[in-house]
């Protein structure tokens, strides 16, 4: 599968002809010959690297995750619905939304870049936690309702809990991971020694084992019952989260190209959109799960989310110009 998508690939990359801006340019001599070095000597290009790599690809990054990855991990890990249920119901929710990405492309050309993902970010900043709260009440309502009923507490000493790790060694580093990866909400409190309590039940130590039946004794059901979801409204739910990310994404390529100058344009725009992606993208599941594991909140990992989208916003506000209408030459 991978060597046809690289011929393809391939055959696409030999068809392809340069723009007529380059082949001017190398005609004419005035290519960079060390595009990367140039690309932080240019008059004013570290502060068009700055804004581009925090106002555009951190912002509609961590957008994009949440959208896809984020989406995918809270249905099958949060709402412990099953892995080909929960990927049918993102194959159903990308697909509607997917003309919103070629539908944003096409409005900014009309209305402005900046316009638009100003507007995707404010939608994106106040909607992803009632859009995730949707997801969470549709995709399993009786975890739900044992979270108001019974709620859990976890009794645990000074903890040296590390989401980096892939194995923990303590008794509370382990419970703190069971947690947070299972999507349960809980209230921490000091104790010399590691204890869960549900409702008016208590496990002492950790065990796994005993978690899980102590959890679903008060309710909380180890796997999402199909008979009580309401899968429209998880598919319109994973739609809007698509969505956002369409109105942040649609427009991204043409943003890049105007903000730099064509002599170095290529490096320029890589450099700040490989780590605003590779980073504000590549540590969110590690920061959401580590908010969690503090808070104790299930959904507090969407902070992350949302703080960084709400910088990319002022960033971008104050300092990402309109450059709809600029020459590319």
């Known amino acids: 599968g991978s060597i046809f998508l690289l011929l393809v690939s391939l055959y696409i990359r030999l068809k392809l002809s340069e723009s007529p801006v380059f082949k001017a340019m190398k005609e004419a001599g005035t290519t960079s010959k060390n595009p990367f070095v140039e690309s932080f000597q240019y008059p004013g290009n570290v502060k068009r690297i700055f804004v581009a790599m925090i106002g555009v690809a951190a912002g509609l990054t961590v957008i994009y995750y949440t959208s896809q990855f984020g989406t995918l991990y809270f249905l099958t890990g949060t709402a412990r619905v099953a892995e080909t249920d929960a990927l049918l119901y993102m194959a159903a929710g990308a697909a509607l939304a997917a003309p919103v990405y070629v539908l944003c492309g096409r409005l900014s050309d009309r209305y402005g870049r900046k316009r638009l993902l100003l507007i995707g970010y404010a939608l994106s900043i106040i909607g992803v936690f009632p859009i995730f709260w949707m997801m969470a009440d549709a995709a399993n309502p009786a975890l739900a309702r044992a979270t108001k009923t019974s709620p859990v507490t976890l ?3 000074a903890c040296d809990f590390n989401v980096l790790n892939r194995t923990h060694d303590s008794e509370c ?7 947070t990866k299972r999507g349960i909400s809980y209230t921490k409190a000091e104790s010399p020694s590691v204890s869960l309590q549900v409702g008016s039940s208590e496990v002492s130590g950790f065990d796994e084992k005993s978690y899980v039946a102590a959890l679903e004794a008060a309710g909380y059901p180890d796997k999402s019952d199909p008979a009580q979801r309401q899968p429209w409204k ?14 942040t994404y649609g427009q991204v390529a043409a943003i890049l190209v105007e903000m730099f100058p064509a002599k170095i344009r290529y490096t320029s725009m890589s450099i700040p959109y490989h780590i605003g992606t590779g980073y504000f993208g590549g540590f969110l599941p590690y920061i959401s799960q580590y908010i969690v594991a503090n808070t104790g909140n299930a959904f507090s990992g969407l902070w992350y989310t949302v703080g960084v989208t709400a910088l990319a916003f002022v ?4 300092w990402l110009p309109e450059n709809r209408d600029k020459e590319l030459d």
């Open 155 to 157: 009794s645990l000493p």
């Open 173 to 179: 580093a382990k419970a703190l991971n069971f947690l």
């Open 234 to 247: 998880i598919i319109l739910a994973v739609f809007l989260m698509v969505a956002l990310s369409g109105m």
């Open 315 to 318: 960033v971008s506000l104050i």
